[in-house]
């Protein structure tokens, strides 16, 4: 099993950069990918992006393409997920997840770390 835990959310103008991070704990050598959600109030959990453990592959939602960048540093076992130009929309409690095979879902999510971007 592996356990999560997420930081570096905090509160920031729109058009400015936070970088989360993410630390991974346990069983992390069965991780097939680590991924980003993120929830709004009132609104369900999305997928925000993800990135293959091994080979490092990416995946993003299309309205954080070109804004949000997802790296992972082996060696630390931490997943970050570097956001730039945010805007009042991206403001939500963003956790991460770990999946453990390439038809598992997610699971192992962290206690979160609220983003919010004002206009």
């Known amino acids: 099993q592996v356990q999560l835990v997420e930081s570096g959310g905090g509160l920031v103008q729109a058009g400015g950069s936070l970088r989360l991070s993410c630390a991974a704990s346990?069983?992390?050598?069965?991780?097939?990918?680590m991924g980003w959600f993120r929830q709004a109030p009132g609104k369900e959990r999305e997928f925000v992006a993800a990135?293959?453990?091994?080979?490092?592959?990416?995946y993003y939602k299309d309205s954080v393409k070109g804004r949000f960048t997802i790296s992972r540093d082996n060696a630390k076992n931490t997943v970050y997920l570097q956001m730039n130009s945010l805007k009042p929309e991206d403001t939500a409690v963003y956790y991460c997840?770990?999946?453990?095979?390439?038809?598992?879902?997610?699971?192992?999510w962290g206690q979160g770390t609220q983003v919010t971007v004002s206009s």
């Open positions: 346990g069983r992390t050598f069965s991780s097939y990918a």
């Open positions: 997840a770990n999946q453990g095979g390439p038809t598992t879902g997610w699971g192992g």
């Open positions: 990135i293959g453990w091994s080979l490092g592959s990416t």
